[in-house]
């Protein structure tokens, strides 16, 4: 059974960093995209990051150049870089990834950004 784990969530302070990891695990033949999500409370789920296999990225507009998406194919991990944190990045992030050609979510981790 394929699992995803996500880690590295927590409290920080505005202009502070986080790296939030995502590992996969279980009988694994192929990783296509990867991806990490966030929900607001009261919000829609929004994509804020993703990174296709052969490693090209794409990032909302509000994380560019704040956030960095890699992943590590020999790990089976993706990983979210979050530098600058203000208080609109509070949310919970997800994790998913496309593996052997199905959808796949992590269970979330918090991310809160106060002072």
């Known amino acids: 059974q394929v699992r995803l784990v996500e880690s590295g969530g927590g409290l920080v302070q505005p202009g502070g960093s986080l790296r939030l990891s995502c590992a996969a695990s279980?009988?694994?033949?192929?990783?296509?995209?990867m991806d990490w999500y966030r929900q607001a409370p009261g919000k829609q789920r929004e994509l804020v990051a993703a990174?296709?296999?052969?490693?090209?990225?794409n990032y909302r507009d509000s994380v560019k150049g704040r956030f960095t998406i890699s992943r590590d194919n020999a790990k089976n991990t993706v990983y979210l870089q979050m530098n600058r944190l203000g208080p609109e990045d509070t949310a919970v992030y997800y994790c998913?990834?496309?593996?052997?050609?199905?959808?796949?979510w992590g269970q979330g981790t918090q991310v809160t950004v106060s002072s």
């Open positions: 279980g009988s694994i033949f192929s990783i296509g995209v």
């Open positions: 998913h990834a496309v593996i052997n050609f199905s959808n796949y």
């Open positions: 990174i296709i296999n052969g490693g090209t990225t």
